[in-house]
């Protein structure tokens, strides 16, 4: 199975290991030793109920408040289907400190015209609402993420990446597997990714799949600048078995953390039912930041805590 499959379901489809715990009781008694060892050994992390339906509601309301805000057509040359690459890569590469919006793929007709509704056309809003954004900043910085981050072993936890994914119903793009550290490289290797279930994410709208274990596994790939581009530098070649791959279904309130060597797929989303998701990206300040990772901050824009 290549990279490009995804994986198919049958009896012999592994179930993931689940815990429950919010975050508040996380914030107070800390991560089990169940917990700690499924991350270390298995390279993720399911906890049921983390976050209460409230907040999720309240994080789904903010995000269709920036996209009713957003007017496409300021950016027009950017989401233009003629326009250039360079205007793109730009748009993408200053997004590290900033908020931005990014169209599914054919999103816009051959007019430069979107094809239904903007709500419905895109695909993420990135990379630094966690910084910018009031409501994103406290959902991202609850004290039970704190504690868990450290429990984790972040000594020193820096928020770098936030993304809010909307895998729109019936034309929601899959994920092709991956590993987060290809996009966020640090020395030594410290991203872990907080994977929130906005709404149930399941088989049918696109769920996350992971391959337990193999976070053990050195990074496949870069993609880093290279002389103002972005490019995907291929350090082995060998496509990811989906085979042992584990469908990481998740009730709504839902957090997956990911350990950035670990990888991970989504499937497209064929069903009626949206399957939105926010993700935090924190990287360890005691390890340094490679310089040509695709995203920069601005120098007046530096790291921040939980
Ligand atoms: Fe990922």
New binding site residues.
Partial sequence: MNSHAYPEVSEDTAQPIRFQRSARAMAAEGADEAMQACYRDEGYLLIEDFMPRDRCDALMAQAAELVEAFDPAENATVFSTTSKSHARDRYFGESGGKIRFFFEEDAFDEAGALRQAKALSINKIGHAMHDLDPVFDAFSRDPGLARLAGEIGLADPLLLQSMYIFKQPRIGGE?VC???ST?LTTDPMSVV?F?FALEDATLENGC?WALPGRHKEPIRQRFRRAEGKMVTEVLDPAPWSAEDAVPLEAKKGSLIL?HGQLP??SGPNLSPISRQAY?LHVIDGACRYLEDNWLQRPSDMPLRGF
Avoid: K, N, P
Wanted: glycine share 8%.
């Fill in positions: 994920v991956h590993q987060d996009f990714g994977w996350l990911l991970h797929l993700t």
